[in-house]
């Protein structure tokens, strides 16, 4: 059961250009969000999170919009470089495991290419 | 330092062999995880572990199982390995029980099932 969807798959843009990855989920419990990046041969790495009482959370070239209403969230990055190519993790804090105890959901990730 | 680190980073082994992936982290975190990584499904959790000997299955558990005698260091073991096991594995941490906040992971372990 998959309560957190990206999209797209895979998403290609220039150097300089603004690459938007989108986020959705369907519980309404979800209350925390972090993004993760993950480069090649690495584990993914904490990149910026938004709170659920938040719409907007900004660090540098990231930003999170996020729409509570409409349980949706994008993660924006202005002036792309190709030191940004990875593949990007959308996660939510209130998932319950089969057994009832609380886990992370993540979803399947973006894939990013910047072309220079 | 924060850091997880994950022992071995290859691994290569035979169908039906017995396997130990081992994972440590510096941080005195109370939560640990185990997940697996194949292309196109994203991080799939396979066990959490809240505390010491204080584990919990995940999304998909089976053929698996945890060891956590530590707080510090988080096991995870294929008994009698598939192919299907062939993927990368990730063990992370977090500070806070019940699997929320900030995880931090290792650099992960290449396991081939042959």
Known sequence: QQQVRQSPQSLTVWEGETAILNCSYENSAFDYFPWYQQFPGEGPALLISILSVSDKKEDGRFTIFFNKREKKLSLHIADSQPGDSATYFCAARGGVTSGGNYKPTFGKGTSLVVHP | ?114
């Open chain 2, 1 to 114: 330092d924060m850091k997880v680190t994950q022992m071995p980073r290859y691994l290569i082994k035979r169908m039906g062999e017995n396997v130990l992936l081992e994972c440590g982290q510096d941080m005195s975190h109370e939560t640990m995880y185990w997940y697996r990584q194949d292309p196109g499904l994203g991080l799939q959790l396979i066990y959490i572990s809240y505390d010491v000997d204080s584990n919990s299955e995940g999304d998909i558990p089976k053929g698996y199982r945890v060891s956590r005698k530590k707080r510090e260091h988080f096991s995870l073991i294929l008994d009698s390995a598939k192919t299907n096991q062939t993927s990368v594995y990730f063990c992370a941490s977090s500070l806070s029980l019940g699997g929320g906040n900030t995880l931090y992971f290792g650099a992960g372990t290449r396991l081939s099932v042959l």
